[in-house]
């Protein structure tokens, strides 16, 4: 059974800041990954899709890379605003079902 | 990008009573849609995969008589939540899938009171 584990669970930082989002699952087994942005109360904003085959993929200031050996992909986001404050969420896809993690919960202060 | 749709956006019921939420692929045929449940603070989890003409395939822990899918046609699936109780208040999103990625539907947020 995957098991997807999103560090730090919360993050707070002031604007301007590089930042790091990492996510780790059990199963490698994967066909792609996906990064995900929820607002509150809102539902899911794909950011980024990730085949098994590639190692990163980027969209503005959004990179993610993806390690499927080692069960690891990691959200990095340049230059954050506080347009950026938001729950971002990882799930890898196996057969095809979406396994999600947790969530990292991100605040950018102005 | 392609587009999924959710109705109603938010609904509030009185426990005993049931209540249905559509999900439509407005743009795309999706032979597969998934519906999700997430609870405050906490992430989505699969409640079902719907197949278009068939039978869903519920997750283990998911009552398939408290929570009814149908998937009539290649744009459309319903959840039914029959004889609703204050537990099964929850954030309920679909997500349908063209196969190479799934495309999620905005959430319908349902309240029992």
């Keep these: 059974k995957q098991e997807v584990t999103q560090i730090p669970a919360a993050l707070s930082v002031p604007e301007g800041e590089n930042l790091v989002l990492n996510c780790s699952f059990t199963d490698s087994a994967i066909y792609n990954l996906q990064w995900f942005r929820q ?4 539902g899911l904003t794909s950011l980024l899709l990730i085949q098994s085959s590639q190692r990163e993929q980027t969209s503005g200031r959004l990179n993610a890379s993806l390690d499927k ?11 954050s605003q ?14 095809n079902k979406l396994v999600f993690g947790a969530g990292t919960i991100l605040r950018v202060k102005s | 990008g392609a587009v999924v749709s959710q ?5 509030i019921c009185k426990s005993g009573t049931s209540v249905k939420i559509e999900c439509r692929s407005l743009d795309f045929q999706a032979t597969t849609m998934f519906w ?3 609870f405050p603070k906490q992430s989505l989890m699969l409640m079902a995969t719907s197949n278009e003409g068939s039978k869903a395939t519920y997750e283990q822990g998911v009552e398939k008589d408290k929570f009814l899918i149908n998937h ?20 309920y999103i679909c997500s349908a899938t063209n196969v190479y990625e799934q495309y999620f539907g ?4 349902l309240t029992v009171t």
Excluded: N
């Design chain 1, 82 to 95: 506080p347009g950026d404050s938001a729950t971002y969420l990882c799930a890898p896809m196996g057969g």
């Design chain 2, 36 to 38: 999700y449940r997430q």
């Design chain 1, 39 to 42: 607002d509150p109360g809102k």
């Design chain 2, 106 to 109: 905005p959430g319908t947020r």
């Design chain 2, 7 to 11: 109705h109603p956006s938010w609904v």
């Design chain 1, 69 to 79: 050996s080692s069960g690891r992909s990691t959200l990095y986001i340049a230059a």
């Design chain 2, 72 to 91: 009539a046609s290649l744009t459309l699936s319903t959840l039914t939540v029959t004889s609703a109780h204050p537990e099964d208040s929850s954030f």
